[in-house]
Protein backbone atom coordinates (compact mmCIF):
# COMPACT_ATOMS: atom_id res chain seq x y z
CA UNK A 1 0.00 0.00 0.00
CA UNK A 2 1.44 3.62 -0.97
CA UNK A 3 1.14 5.82 2.27
CA UNK A 4 1.14 9.59 2.05
CA UNK A 5 3.90 9.87 5.04
CA UNK A 6 6.70 7.13 6.19
CA UNK A 7 5.93 9.16 9.15
CA UNK A 8 3.27 11.07 10.74
CA UNK A 9 3.23 12.75 14.38
CA UNK A 10 0.45 14.24 16.10
CA UNK A 11 1.92 17.03 18.62
CA UNK A 12 4.92 19.36 18.15
CA UNK A 13 6.30 19.53 21.33
CA UNK A 14 10.41 18.54 22.13
CA UNK A 15 9.55 14.85 21.28
CA UNK A 16 7.66 15.15 18.67
CA UNK A 17 9.39 17.91 16.95
CA UNK A 18 13.04 15.96 17.32
CA UNK A 19 11.28 12.80 15.79
CA UNK A 20 9.78 14.28 13.06
CA UNK A 21 13.12 16.22 11.80
CA UNK A 22 15.26 12.79 12.81
CA UNK A 23 13.13 10.57 10.46
CA UNK A 24 13.21 13.13 8.26
CA UNK A 25 16.79 13.70 8.10
CA UNK A 26 17.11 10.21 7.44
CA UNK A 27 15.13 10.11 4.70
CA UNK A 28 11.71 9.53 5.68
CA UNK A 29 8.64 11.71 4.10
CA UNK A 30 7.21 13.06 7.64
CA UNK A 31 4.13 15.00 8.12
CA UNK A 32 3.55 16.76 11.40
CA UNK A 33 0.20 18.15 12.95
CA UNK A 34 -0.26 20.70 16.18
CA UNK A 35 -3.22 22.49 17.32
CA UNK A 36 -1.86 25.24 19.60
CA UNK A 37 2.08 26.15 18.67
CA UNK A 38 5.17 24.41 17.73
CA UNK A 39 6.85 23.64 20.29
CA UNK A 40 4.79 22.02 23.34
CA UNK A 41 4.65 22.60 27.03
CA UNK A 42 8.38 23.01 27.54
CA UNK A 43 9.01 26.01 25.39
CA UNK A 44 5.26 27.42 25.51
CA UNK A 45 4.23 27.45 28.72
CA UNK A 46 6.96 25.27 31.08
CA UNK A 47 10.00 24.61 31.07
CA UNK A 48 11.46 28.05 28.92
CA UNK A 49 9.43 30.78 30.28
CA UNK A 50 8.98 28.96 33.73
CA UNK A 51 12.91 29.26 34.06
CA UNK A 52 12.72 32.77 32.71
CA UNK A 53 10.18 33.81 35.31
CA UNK A 54 12.53 32.07 38.38
CA UNK A 55 15.67 34.05 37.00
CA UNK A 56 13.31 37.02 37.52
CA UNK A 57 12.33 36.13 40.96
CA UNK A 58 15.29 36.06 42.40
CA UNK A 59 16.90 39.50 41.81
CA UNK A 60 15.45 40.42 44.80
CA UNK A 61 17.29 38.13 46.92
CA UNK A 62 20.19 39.09 44.61
CA UNK A 63 19.96 42.68 45.77
CA UNK A 64 19.24 41.77 49.94
CA UNK A 65 22.65 39.74 49.53
CA UNK A 66 24.39 42.59 47.38
CA UNK A 67 24.44 44.46 50.74
CA UNK A 68 26.60 42.80 52.83
CA UNK A 69 29.39 43.20 49.45
CA UNK A 70 29.68 46.85 49.72
CA UNK A 71 26.37 47.33 46.82
CA UNK A 72 23.68 49.90 47.89
CA UNK A 73 20.83 49.63 45.79
CA UNK A 74 18.54 52.27 46.16
CA UNK A 75 15.01 52.62 44.75
CA UNK A 76 14.22 49.13 43.44
CA UNK A 77 11.24 48.34 41.83
CA UNK A 78 9.64 45.28 39.87
CA UNK A 79 7.72 45.68 36.69
CA UNK A 80 5.56 42.33 35.81
CA UNK A 81 4.43 43.81 32.59
CA UNK A 82 7.96 44.21 31.58
CA UNK A 83 9.26 40.86 33.03
CA UNK A 84 6.68 39.07 31.48
CA UNK A 85 6.70 40.67 28.20
CA UNK A 86 9.99 40.54 27.22
CA UNK A 87 9.04 36.57 28.46
CA UNK A 88 6.37 36.47 25.45
CA UNK A 89 8.64 37.71 23.15
CA UNK A 90 11.51 34.68 24.31
CA UNK A 91 8.71 32.37 24.20
CA UNK A 92 7.79 33.55 20.39
CA UNK A 93 11.58 33.88 19.28
CA UNK A 94 11.70 30.01 20.38
CA UNK A 95 8.57 29.02 18.39
CA UNK A 96 10.07 30.25 15.02
CA UNK A 97 13.24 28.44 15.72
CA UNK A 98 11.26 24.99 16.03
CA UNK A 99 8.93 25.80 12.80
CA UNK A 100 11.99 26.66 10.78
CA UNK A 101 13.76 23.27 12.27
CA UNK A 102 10.72 21.80 10.80
CA UNK A 103 10.67 23.79 7.41
CA UNK A 104 14.38 22.86 7.12
CA UNK A 105 14.29 19.35 7.44
CA UNK A 106 11.27 19.34 5.12
CA UNK A 107 8.54 18.21 7.61
CA UNK A 108 5.01 19.12 5.93
CA UNK A 109 3.19 21.06 8.63
CA UNK A 110 -0.23 20.76 9.80
CA UNK A 111 -2.13 23.34 12.51
CA UNK A 112 -4.65 21.92 13.25
CA UNK A 113 -5.94 18.82 15.73
CA UNK A 114 -5.44 15.44 14.37
CA UNK A 115 -6.78 12.27 15.64
CA UNK A 116 -6.72 8.64 14.23
CA UNK A 117 -9.07 6.84 12.45
CA UNK A 118 -7.41 3.55 12.24
CA UNK A 119 -4.15 2.44 12.46
CA UNK A 120 -2.77 4.25 8.99
CA UNK A 121 -5.26 7.22 8.81
CA UNK A 122 -5.27 10.79 10.22
CA UNK A 123 -8.02 13.09 10.53
CA UNK A 124 -7.13 16.22 10.52
CA UNK A 125 -9.21 19.31 11.71
CA UNK A 126 -13.09 19.04 11.79
CA UNK A 127 -13.56 18.32 8.42
CA UNK A 128 -13.43 15.35 5.92
CA UNK A 129 -9.64 15.83 5.77
CA UNK A 130 -7.53 12.92 6.27
CA UNK A 131 -3.98 11.79 5.54
CA UNK A 132 -2.35 8.23 5.54
CA UNK A 133 0.84 7.11 7.49
CA UNK A 134 2.78 3.52 7.62
CA UNK A 135 3.62 4.57 11.41
CA UNK A 136 2.10 7.30 13.30
CA UNK A 137 4.09 8.30 16.75
CA UNK A 138 1.79 10.12 19.42
CA UNK A 139 3.23 13.22 21.12
CA UNK A 140 1.07 14.94 22.85
CA UNK A 141 2.47 15.46 25.72
CA UNK A 142 -0.04 16.21 29.01
CA UNK A 143 -1.94 18.87 30.86
CA UNK A 144 -2.59 20.24 33.87
CA UNK A 145 -5.15 18.47 36.20
CA UNK A 146 -7.94 20.42 37.98
CA UNK A 147 -9.18 18.82 40.99
CA UNK A 148 -12.49 18.02 41.39
CA UNK A 149 -14.03 20.18 43.81
CA UNK A 150 -16.87 22.32 44.16
CA UNK A 151 -15.61 26.01 42.81
CA UNK A 152 -13.09 24.49 40.75
CA UNK A 153 -13.85 26.93 37.81
CA UNK A 154 -12.03 29.43 40.06
CA UNK A 155 -8.60 27.66 39.72
CA UNK A 156 -5.90 28.49 37.48
CA UNK A 157 -3.21 26.55 36.06
CA UNK A 158 0.61 26.89 35.46
CA UNK A 159 -0.47 28.07 32.00
CA UNK A 160 -2.41 30.93 33.10
CA UNK A 161 0.47 32.51 35.60
CA UNK A 162 2.21 32.91 31.88
CA UNK A 163 -1.10 35.23 30.67
CA UNK A 164 -1.17 37.17 33.93
CA UNK A 165 -1.67 41.09 32.94
CA UNK A 166 -0.75 41.66 37.15
CA UNK A 167 0.57 40.34 39.91
CA UNK A 168 -1.85 39.40 42.76
CA UNK A 169 -1.12 40.31 45.90
CA UNK A 170 -1.89 37.12 47.57
CA UNK A 171 -1.90 33.63 46.02
CA UNK A 172 -3.46 30.35 47.55
CA UNK A 173 -1.63 27.10 45.34
CA UNK A 174 -3.29 23.42 46.17
CA UNK A 175 -0.41 20.93 45.52
CA UNK A 176 3.37 20.68 47.00
CA UNK A 177 5.17 19.51 43.86
CA UNK A 178 7.80 20.35 41.23
CA UNK A 179 4.92 22.96 40.05
CA UNK A 180 3.18 24.03 43.27
CA UNK A 181 7.02 24.77 44.87
CA UNK A 182 8.64 26.19 41.96
CA UNK A 183 5.59 28.64 40.98
CA UNK A 184 5.30 29.46 44.80
CA UNK A 185 8.82 30.75 45.08
CA UNK A 186 8.38 32.60 41.66
CA UNK A 187 5.18 34.33 43.05
CA UNK A 188 7.51 34.72 46.95
CA UNK A 189 10.51 36.19 45.05
CA UNK A 190 8.45 39.13 43.14
CA UNK A 191 7.05 39.40 46.86
CA UNK A 192 3.72 38.01 46.81
CA UNK A 193 2.07 36.65 49.97
CA UNK A 194 1.54 32.68 48.98
CA UNK A 195 0.02 29.99 50.65
CA UNK A 196 1.02 26.32 50.09
CA UNK A 197 -1.76 23.56 50.42
CA UNK A 198 -1.03 20.16 50.60
CA UNK A 199 -2.84 16.99 52.06
CA UNK A 200 0.60 15.05 52.66
CA UNK A 201 2.72 15.11 55.26
CA UNK A 202 5.82 16.65 53.68
CA UNK A 203 6.10 18.82 50.21
CA UNK A 204 7.82 16.79 47.17
CA UNK A 205 6.74 13.43 47.48
CA UNK A 206 8.99 10.91 46.46
CA UNK A 207 12.20 12.84 46.99
CA UNK A 208 14.92 11.97 49.27
CA UNK A 209 13.32 13.05 52.78
CA UNK A 210 16.35 14.91 53.82
CA UNK A 211 15.72 17.60 50.09
CA UNK A 212 12.07 17.43 51.35
CA UNK A 213 12.32 19.15 54.95
CA UNK A 214 15.49 21.40 53.98
CA UNK A 215 13.55 22.93 51.08
CA UNK A 216 10.12 23.14 53.31
CA UNK A 217 12.25 24.80 56.12
CA UNK A 218 14.16 27.07 54.00
CA UNK A 219 10.98 28.23 52.10
CA UNK A 220 9.17 29.02 55.35
CA UNK A 221 11.92 31.28 56.21
CA UNK A 222 11.25 32.99 53.19
CA UNK A 223 8.26 34.01 54.12
CA UNK A 224 6.04 31.02 52.42
CA UNK A 225 3.25 29.78 54.47
CA UNK A 226 3.29 25.86 53.70
CA UNK A 227 0.39 24.06 55.45
CA UNK A 228 0.42 20.02 55.39
CA UNK A 229 -2.05 17.51 55.79
CA UNK A 230 -4.44 20.31 54.62
CA UNK A 231 -7.53 19.26 51.86
CA UNK A 232 -9.42 22.33 50.95
CA UNK A 233 -13.36 21.63 50.56
CA UNK A 234 -14.27 24.49 48.78
CA UNK A 235 -13.42 27.77 46.76
CA UNK A 236 -15.74 30.64 46.72
CA UNK A 237 -15.29 34.01 44.83
CA UNK A 238 -15.75 36.87 47.49
CA UNK A 239 -15.04 40.59 46.02
CA UNK A 240 -12.70 40.61 43.57
CA UNK A 241 -11.01 38.03 44.73
CA UNK A 242 -11.51 34.14 46.66
CA UNK A 243 -11.74 32.28 49.42
CA UNK A 244 -11.03 28.87 49.98
CA UNK A 245 -12.68 26.69 52.93
CA UNK A 246 -10.68 23.86 54.24
CA UNK A 247 -12.15 20.83 55.58
CA UNK A 248 -10.97 21.24 59.02
CA UNK A 249 -13.37 24.67 59.31
CA UNK A 250 -11.27 27.46 58.38
CA UNK A 251 -10.92 29.38 55.44
CA UNK A 252 -7.99 31.54 53.58
CA UNK A 253 -8.63 34.58 51.51
CA UNK A 254 -6.72 35.00 48.12
CA UNK A 255 -6.85 36.99 44.95
CA UNK A 256 -6.02 34.42 43.14
CA UNK A 257 -6.20 30.43 43.82
CA UNK A 258 -3.77 27.75 41.65
CA UNK A 259 -4.34 24.14 41.23
CA UNK A 260 -0.77 22.17 41.14
CA UNK A 261 -1.66 18.63 41.65
CA UNK A 262 -0.34 17.29 39.00
CA UNK A 263 -0.44 16.93 34.99
CA UNK A 264 -2.17 14.04 33.24
CA UNK A 265 -1.11 12.51 29.77
CA UNK A 266 -3.34 14.16 26.55
CA UNK A 267 -4.93 11.17 25.23
CA UNK A 268 -8.42 12.42 24.88
CA UNK A 269 -10.05 12.45 21.69
CA UNK A 270 -7.22 11.61 19.38
CA UNK A 271 -9.17 8.46 18.47
CA UNK A 272 -6.77 6.02 20.81
CA UNK A 273 -8.84 3.65 21.70
CA UNK A 274 -10.59 3.70 18.19
CA UNK A 275 -7.56 2.11 16.85
CA UNK A 276 -6.55 0.15 19.22
CA UNK A 277 -4.41 1.79 21.40
CA UNK A 278 -4.17 0.45 25.09
CA UNK A 279 -4.17 3.09 27.67
CA UNK A 280 -3.54 2.40 31.53
CA UNK A 281 -5.83 3.36 33.96
CA UNK A 282 -5.27 7.01 34.08
CA UNK A 283 -4.86 7.47 30.10
CA UNK A 284 -1.79 7.09 29.38
CA UNK A 285 -0.09 5.28 26.24
CA UNK A 286 1.20 1.95 27.18
CA UNK A 287 4.29 1.14 25.38
CA UNK A 288 7.19 -1.27 25.44
CA UNK A 289 10.73 -0.27 25.81
CA UNK A 290 11.02 0.74 22.45
CA UNK A 291 8.22 2.96 22.45
CA UNK A 292 5.94 1.12 20.59
CA UNK A 293 2.00 0.72 21.99
CA UNK A 294 0.34 -2.14 21.45
CA UNK A 295 -0.59 -1.69 17.83
CA UNK A 296 2.25 -2.13 15.78
CA UNK A 297 2.35 0.92 13.92
CA UNK A 298 1.86 3.50 16.27
CA UNK A 299 4.42 4.72 18.98
CA UNK A 300 4.37 7.39 21.36
CA UNK A 301 6.62 9.14 23.11
CA UNK A 302 7.26 11.42 26.19
CA UNK A 303 4.28 12.77 28.66
CA UNK A 304 1.49 10.94 27.13
CA UNK A 305 3.36 7.68 28.11
CA UNK A 306 3.75 9.07 31.50
CA UNK A 307 6.94 7.24 32.34
CA UNK A 308 9.03 10.29 33.37
CA UNK A 309 7.78 13.38 32.18
CA UNK A 310 10.61 15.38 32.09
CA UNK A 311 11.98 17.39 28.63
CA UNK A 312 15.14 15.36 27.93
CA UNK A 313 13.30 12.36 28.22
CA UNK A 314 10.93 12.75 25.74
CA UNK A 315 13.87 13.94 23.65
CA UNK A 316 15.56 11.04 24.50
CA UNK A 317 12.56 8.60 23.51
CA UNK A 318 12.18 10.36 20.49
CA UNK A 319 15.86 9.68 19.23
CA UNK A 320 15.77 6.18 20.12
CA UNK A 321 12.46 5.68 18.11
CA UNK A 322 13.84 7.08 15.13
CA UNK A 323 16.76 5.01 15.63
CA UNK A 324 14.58 1.77 16.15
CA UNK A 325 11.97 2.94 13.23
CA UNK A 326 13.84 4.46 10.29
CA UNK A 327 17.40 3.92 11.17
CA UNK A 328 17.00 -0.32 11.71
CA UNK A 329 19.28 0.18 15.04
CA UNK A 330 16.61 -1.45 17.34
CA UNK A 331 17.51 1.06 20.58
CA UNK A 332 15.56 0.85 23.78
CA UNK A 333 14.96 3.88 26.41
CA UNK A 334 16.90 3.93 29.46
CA UNK A 335 15.72 5.53 31.96
CA UNK A 336 17.84 5.34 35.03
CA UNK A 337 19.95 7.82 36.33
CA UNK A 338 18.16 11.05 34.91
CA UNK A 339 18.98 13.92 36.53
CA UNK A 340 16.41 16.45 37.95
CA UNK A 341 15.76 19.82 39.61
CA UNK A 342 13.27 21.84 41.16
CA UNK A 343 13.86 25.14 40.52
CA UNK A 344 12.53 26.93 43.83
CA UNK A 345 14.57 28.81 46.46
CA UNK A 346 16.61 26.96 47.49
CA UNK A 347 17.26 24.95 44.07
CA UNK A 348 16.96 21.50 44.36
CA UNK A 349 19.09 19.05 42.10
CA UNK A 350 19.02 14.89 42.33
CA UNK A 351 20.07 11.93 40.40
CA UNK A 352 19.74 8.02 41.40
CA UNK A 353 18.00 6.76 44.71
CA UNK A 354 16.79 8.39 47.50
CA UNK A 355 17.95 7.08 50.64
CA UNK A 356 14.70 5.62 51.22
CA UNK A 357 14.03 3.90 48.06
CA UNK A 358 18.04 2.62 47.83
CA UNK A 359 17.20 1.17 51.35
CA UNK A 360 14.47 -0.99 49.92
CA UNK A 361 16.45 -2.15 46.78
CA UNK A 362 19.96 -2.53 48.18
CA UNK A 363 19.16 -2.52 52.10
CA UNK A 364 22.94 -2.05 53.57
CA UNK A 365 23.66 1.17 52.27
CA UNK A 366 26.15 4.28 53.86
CA UNK A 367 24.93 7.58 53.49
CA UNK A 368 27.74 10.88 53.48
CA UNK A 369 26.23 13.93 54.07
CA UNK A 370 26.96 17.67 54.64
CA UNK A 371 25.01 20.63 55.56
CA UNK A 372 27.05 24.29 55.72
CA UNK A 373 26.84 27.80 55.15
CA UNK A 374 28.13 28.74 51.42
CA UNK A 375 30.89 31.02 51.72
CA UNK A 376 29.08 33.80 50.08
CA UNK A 377 26.68 33.74 52.99
CA UNK A 378 28.83 34.47 55.11
CA UNK A 379 29.33 37.70 54.06
CA UNK A 380 25.91 38.47 52.83
CA UNK A 381 24.77 37.25 55.89
CA UNK A 382 22.00 35.00 54.45
CA UNK A 383 21.84 32.36 57.09
CA UNK A 384 20.57 29.71 54.48
CA UNK A 385 22.08 26.00 54.69
CA UNK A 386 23.20 24.09 51.66
CA UNK A 387 22.46 20.44 51.75
CA UNK A 388 24.80 17.80 49.86
CA UNK A 389 24.45 13.94 50.65
CA UNK A 390 25.61 10.65 48.64
CA UNK A 391 23.77 7.23 49.24
CA UNK A 392 26.50 4.54 48.24
CA UNK A 393 25.79 1.04 48.31
CA UNK A 394 27.78 -1.01 50.86
CA UNK A 395 28.49 -4.30 48.87
CA UNK A 396 29.78 -2.29 45.50
CA UNK A 397 30.83 0.98 46.67
CA UNK A 398 29.06 2.39 43.53
CA UNK A 399 27.50 5.72 44.20
CA UNK A 400 23.61 5.50 44.09
CA UNK A 401 22.19 8.65 44.64
CA UNK A 402 23.58 12.25 44.69
CA UNK A 403 21.43 15.14 46.04
CA UNK A 404 21.76 18.67 46.36
CA UNK A 405 19.90 21.45 47.78
CA UNK A 406 21.17 25.24 47.26
CA UNK A 407 22.42 27.35 44.92
CA UNK A 408 23.20 26.13 41.10
CA UNK A 409 22.43 22.35 42.78
CA UNK A 410 20.79 21.66 39.13
CA UNK A 411 24.47 22.95 37.48
CA UNK A 412 26.00 20.48 39.99
CA UNK A 413 24.29 17.40 39.50
CA UNK A 414 24.15 17.53 35.77
CA UNK A 415 27.76 16.62 35.89
CA UNK A 416 27.35 14.21 38.80
CA UNK A 417 24.62 12.39 36.78
CA UNK A 418 27.93 11.49 34.37
CA UNK A 419 29.65 9.84 36.71
CA UNK A 420 26.50 7.54 38.30
CA UNK A 421 26.26 6.58 34.24
CA UNK A 422 29.15 5.68 34.38
CA UNK A 423 28.87 3.49 37.45
CA UNK A 424 31.48 6.00 40.03
CA UNK A 425 32.33 4.32 43.19
CA UNK A 426 32.74 6.31 46.84
CA UNK A 427 36.30 5.48 46.47
CA UNK A 428 36.79 7.33 42.60
CA UNK A 429 35.19 10.62 43.74
CA UNK A 430 37.25 10.36 46.97
CA UNK A 431 40.37 10.30 44.36
CA UNK A 432 39.12 13.25 42.16
CA UNK A 433 40.61 16.42 42.63
CA UNK A 434 38.83 19.65 44.72
CA UNK A 435 37.99 22.36 42.61
CA UNK A 436 38.30 25.32 45.94
CA UNK A 437 36.96 27.38 46.59
CA UNK A 438 33.25 26.01 45.34
CA UNK A 439 30.69 24.22 46.63
CA UNK A 440 30.77 21.65 44.62
CA UNK A 441 33.87 20.44 46.20
CA UNK A 442 31.95 19.29 49.16
CA UNK A 443 30.90 15.98 46.69
CA UNK A 444 34.46 14.63 46.74
CA UNK A 445 35.46 15.51 49.98
CA UNK A 446 33.27 14.09 52.27
CA UNK A 447 35.10 11.20 54.20
CA UNK A 448 32.80 10.77 57.14
CA UNK A 449 29.25 9.32 57.06
CA UNK A 450 26.95 12.39 58.81
CA UNK A 451 29.77 15.19 58.73
CA UNK A 452 29.96 17.76 61.17
CA UNK A 453 26.82 20.49 59.91
CA UNK A 454 29.62 23.40 60.23
CA UNK A 455 32.21 23.49 57.27
CA UNK A 456 32.05 25.99 54.58
CA UNK A 457 32.18 25.52 51.07
CA UNK A 458 34.94 27.41 49.53
CA UNK A 459 36.83 27.78 52.86
CA UNK A 460 39.95 26.20 54.57
CA UNK A 461 37.16 24.60 57.28
CA UNK A 462 35.75 22.48 54.22
CA UNK A 463 39.25 21.65 54.00
Known amino acids: MAYDYDLFVIGAGSGGV ?8 LGARVGIAEEY ?16 LVYGSRYRTEFADARGFG ?4 NERFDWPTLIGNVHREVDRLNGVYTRTLEKAGVDRFMTHAALEDPHMVKLGNGN ?6 TILVATGSHPMIPDLPGQEHLISSNECFELEQLPASIVIVGAGYIGMEFASIFRGF ?22 DGVAEAMRNRGIDLRMDT ?61 KSSVDSIYAVGDVTDRKNLTPVAIHEAT ?24 SQ ?36 RNERMLMKLVIDMKTDKVLGVHVLGSDAAEIVQMAAVALRLGVTKAQLDATMALHPSAAEELVTLRHKWEMPEPVAGSDAAA
Open 37 to 52: RIGGTCVIRGCVPKKL
Open 346 to 381: PEIGTVGLSEEKAREMYGMIDIYKTSFRPLRSMVSG
Open 129 to 134: AAVSAK
Open 18 to 25: RAARLAAE
Open 320 to 343: AFAETVFSNKPTAVDLTFIPTAVF
Open 231 to 291: DVDRIDKEGSGFRVHLKRGDSIAADLVMAATGRGPTTSGLGLEQAGVELGGNGRIVVDEFS
Open 191 to 212: GVAVTVLYRGDQVLRDFDNDLR
Open 71 to 74: WTVE
